[in-house]
Every structure is written in structure tokens, then in C-alpha cells.
């Protein structure tokens, strides 16, 4: 409180309380938030009150009609009691910074929100000129009474049409087999099931599809181009399902057909496509992937057609319990598999899968004793060629050297065995065609070598040096399909396809 103050107070009080004795009402007093209150004795200024005149207490009163913010009151003991209300007159310096802070921070706010807001406006013209655009075209196709995605579809028919006509000639030019030309086969085949599926599905991407076929002339024309002039006659190669052939000279690279429908995780199994001679271009195909463990074989899928393999579609899911390894092959729409933890080979019926008969293999080790290198559970490896179901395995007996045993398909009994001086354990896996014996090893991670042949008819064996490209480190099963000609392999997931090319005999 300011100097002087408390004597002022004191006096305004003292005015007040003559005020009252004068005139027996007490002034109006005005209350603000604000207040401050002192207490004074009377007898501080008890002369100064009974000295003033009627004149004095006139200038007094005028003077306390002015200053009506205060309140007083006299206790019994004598002492004066003030309350003045002090109005808050300290200028606030800080609220009006912190009011011009928020001022400008809110200032920039608005200006970052008023451009975004510009640049939307100015993508929703962009758009609505597009719209606007498409709207115009869609007006003009729905008015038109010609479909164009039909007559584009008719027209990619008929290159795709000229394209199979090319290739034909092409394979027919070369000596052998090539490999560029046979994944330009396989591609053109993908195109026209690609071309017949989006007619049903979507036919507007026939601009997509158009970029890919120009990019397939565009190969068939370097291959054209690079075709050798006067190239001697080949002869040509043995007719589907004939051994008028000298055995196999060499192999193509490998086609990937398509990764198996379980995933890459199901490294191994097996896959190939039913072989019946007396319909030996009809058979459907099956892939049948082991469990993650390598081991158990529980599920597989049959495909009408190699169209429906590679759009995953159309497949018949079975169950069986249980076969092992990756020794299984088809043949006249029966499945034969290793029979779980046992000797046993069982025959499935692909139509009803159910199990029609089981049959032990004599002496047969079992349960992973005389597998292939790098390839676990496969001691019974069943096998298909143009003379019926075979199976290669090894006994005791023959401390680990592989065993071939023809088989009666209707009754699996073996009919004719044949002891080999090769280790199977040292054989990455085998296939039959026309009563050989075939056998692989591994050279590095991308290439394999068959290596090693046994006949059958004559009973002899040697050596053979045929290299043979993998997409992946191990082959888990290989199966032979005589009326193609091809090797159905399965590669840590993937399944490939090998064209073989064989000696031919003068004629």
C-alpha cells in the first residue's frame, strides 16, 4: 500500500461514521474483485473528529459522495474498520504478446491451408477434364453398334495363329533342339490361353496384350534372322511312344513350367502327366508336393489340361494317408507311391482315390537307408516308359547298389530284376526310357549330368557325359513321358520340362 494511504482511509472512515450519526443512513458503497481493508483506533484521530465544524462536515460529506468505493463500521472496543476497493489499473503487457503470438502463429496456419486448398482446386480441374473426356468416349461406344474389343480380339487371334505357324517352321530349321525357340513355343501357348481368358474376364487390356505379342515377333524375327543358311537335313525324331531310337545323345535346356500349387516352401515331391498306350496323348497331369518335411506325401492335384496347370485352374484336390518320398509316378489313371515307413508300393484309382491294392517289395531297404544324394526318403523310386511301371531301389544285399525291378502294373508283382554295380546314395535321381536306365549326379548348383546308363535288353552298362542345366540346386524326382518325349522334373519347388534328343539309327 502506497505511503499516506492508512490516513486517508482513516479519515474517510471517520467521515463516514459522522455521516451516519448526522444523518442516520449509511453512504452507498460500490464492490469491485479487488479489495484491500486496514483497521485504525479512534483515538488516533479523536480530536480531528470533534473539532469539525457543521461547515467542515459539508466539504466532508461532498467529498465522501465522490468516493463511494469504500465501506466502514466502529466495534464496541472503539476501533475503525475500512474497506476500499482499489480498481486494477496495471496495463497487461504480457496477455497482449502472448494474444500477438497466437495472432501470427494462426496467420501462417491459414496460409498453409489456403494453398492446399489452391492446389485441390487445381487437380479437381485436371480430373474433371478427364472425366469430362471419358464420359464423351463411353457415350460414343455405348451409341455405336460395333463392339471393337471383339474385332481386337479376332485380330490378336489371328497373329498369335500366324505366330504358331512361324514356330513350326522355325523348330523345323533348326538341328536339334533350341532352347529360344522352345520358350518361345511355350510363351506363345501362355499368350493364347492369356488371350481366351481375358475375352471372358477383361476386355480392355488388349492394348497389354498387343505390346506383348510385338514383343514376341520381335524375337521370332531375331530368330529368323539368325538361322544358319543350308543346314543339313535332320532326320526326323523317333514317333511318340517308338524306341526306334539309339538312346539318348543329349537334352535341351530346362522350360519352368510353373512353381508347384503348395508354394516355394514345398522343395520337394514330384510331377509328371498320365501315360496310357492305348491313350497316350490324353492323360492329365498331377503334381503332388511333399510336406515341408521332405517325407510325407498327403495331398496332390490332377489338371485336365497343362492350360489349367499354369492358370492354377479346374484342379481336383485328393488326400491320402500316407505316401512317402518322391518316388511317385501315374500310369493308366493309377498313382503309385512308397507306402509310409515300409517296403510297400500302394496303387491309387485317380478316379475314386481310393487305395485298390498294396504289394511289398522283396528285400527292398526302406525309410531313408539307400536314398539319393541330396535327396531324402526316396529308397523306392518308381519309374514309367514305353514298356510299363518300373521301380529302382537297393537291398542289403546289394550293399547299396541300385536294383531295377519290372513290375506287373494290375498286380504289382515283380516280373524281372536286374542288379547294377552303380551306388545309389551316390545318384542324384534316375529315369527309364525303353528299358534304360538313366541315372544323374550333381556337377555344381546349376548343373547336373546324366551320367551313368544301364540296358535292360542286354544287360550292359557304362558311362555317358550329357550335361544338364537346373533352375535349382537339387532335382527331387525326374519322370519320363513317352509319347512327349519329355522329362517332368521337379526342382526345389519348380517344375521343369526337358525335351530329350536321341541317336537315330540309319535307316
Avoid at 500500500?1 to 482511509?9: D, T
Avoid at 496310357?276 to 503334381?287: A, D, E, I, M, R
Avoid at 556337377?443 to 557325359?465: A, P, Q, S
Amino acid at each position: 500500500m502506497k505511503p499516506g494511504l492508512p490516513c486517508l482511509l482513516a479519515l474517510l472512515c471517520l467521515l463516514h461514521l459522522d455521516a451516519e450519526n448526522v444523518s442516520g443512513t449509511t453512504a452507498p458503497s460500490a464492490h469491485f474483485p479487488t479489495t484491500a481493508s486496514t483497521s485504525f483506533l479512534t483515538s488516533d484521530f479523536s480530536t480531528s473528529s470533534t473539532s469539525t465544524s457543521g461547515s467542515g462536515w459539508s466539504s466532508s460529506s461532498s467529498q465522501s459522495q465522490s468516493l463511494s468505493n469504500f465501506t466502514g463500521s466502529k466495534d464496541d472496543h472503539g476501533t475503525c474498520q475500512c474497506s476500499v476497493i482499489l480498481p486494477d489499473t496495471t496495463f497487461p503487457v504480457e496477455r497482449v504478446e502472448r494474444l500477438e503470438i497466437i495472432a501470427q502463429t494462426v496467420t501462417k496456419k491459414f496460409e498453409k491451408e489456403l494453398s492446399i486448398v489452391k492446389e485441390y482446386v487445381q487437380l479437381i480441374s485436371v480430373y474433371e477434364k478427364k472425366l469430362s473426356n471419358l464420359t464423351v468416349r463411353i457415350e460414343i461406344m455405348e451409341k455405336d453398334t460395333i463392339s471393337y474389343t471383339e474385332l481386337d480380339f479376332e485380330l490378336i487371334k489371328i497373329e498369335v495363329k500366324e505366330m504358331e505357324k512361324l514356330i513350326k517352321q522355325l523348330k523345323v530349321g533348326f538341328v536339334g533342339s533350341s532352347v529360344i525357340v522352345d520358350q518361345l513355343e511355350v510363351e506363345i501357348r501362355n499368350m493364347t490361353v492369356l488371350v481366351e481368358k481375358l475375352e471372358t474376364l477383361d476386355k480392355n487390356n488388349v492394348l497389354a496384350i498387343r505390346r506383348q505379342i510385338l514383343a514376341l515377333k520381335e524375337k521370332l524375327k531375331e530368330c529368323e534372322d539368325s538361322k544358319v543358311e543350308n543346314l543339313p537335313a535332320v532326320p526326323p525324331p523317333p514317333a511318340p511312344g517308338s524306341c526306334a531310337h539309339g538312346g539318348v545323345v543329349n537334352i535341351s535346356r530346362p522350360v519352368m513350367i510353373q512353381l508347384n500349387w503348395r508354394g516355394f516352401s514345398y522343395k520337394s515331391g514330384a510331377w509328371g502327366r498320365d501315360y496310357s498306350p492305348q491313350h497316350p496323348g490324353k492323360g492329365l497331369y498331377w503334381v503332388a508336393p511333399l510336406n515341408t518335411d521332405g517325407r510325407y506325401l498327403e495331398y496332390y492335384r490332377l489338371y485336365n489340361t497343362l492350360d489349367d496347370l499354369l492358370l492354377y485352374t479346374h484342379a481336383r484336390e485328393n488326400w491320402i494317408a500316407y505316401g512317402q518320398g518322391g518316388g511317385t509316378v501315374v500310369y493308366k489313371n493309377n498313382m503309385y507311391v512308397n507306402w509310409y515307413s515300409s517296403r510297400n508300393i500302394a496303387k491309387i484309382n485317380l478316379t475314386t482315390n481310393r487305395v485298390t491294392l498294396t504289394q511289398t517289395l522283396p528285400d527292398a531297404a526302406y525309410d531313408n537307408r539307400f536314398s539319393y544324394a541330396n535327396v531324402g526318403w526316396q529308397d523306392i523310386d518308381l519309374a514309367v516308359d514305353e514298356n510299363g511301371l518300373w521301380v529302382t531301389y537297393a537291398t542289403e544285399a546289394s550293399t547299396g547298389n541300385m536294383v531295377i525291378s519290372k513290375l506287373n502294373d494290375t498286380t504289382l508283382e515283380v516280373l524281372n530284376t536286374w542288379h547294377t554295380k552303380q551306388y545309389k546314395p551316390s545318384v542324384t535321381n534316375t529315369f527309364m526310357v525303353c528299358g534304360v536306365l538313366y541315372a544323374t549326379r550333381t556337377l555344381n548348383t546349376r548343373t547336373e549330368e546324366i551320367f551313368y546308363y544301364y540296358d535292360t535288353n542286354t544287360g550292359k552298362e557304362g558311362k555317358l557325359n550329357i550335361v544338364m542345366q537346373k533352375m535349382q540346386e537339387n532335382l527331387q524326382s525326374i519322370n519320363y513321358h513317352p509319347f512327349e518325349q519329355k522329362l517332368f522334373v521337379y526342382n526345389d519347388g519348380y517344375l521343369l520340362n526337358y525335351d530329350l534328343v536321341f541317336q537315330q539309327i540309319p535307316q
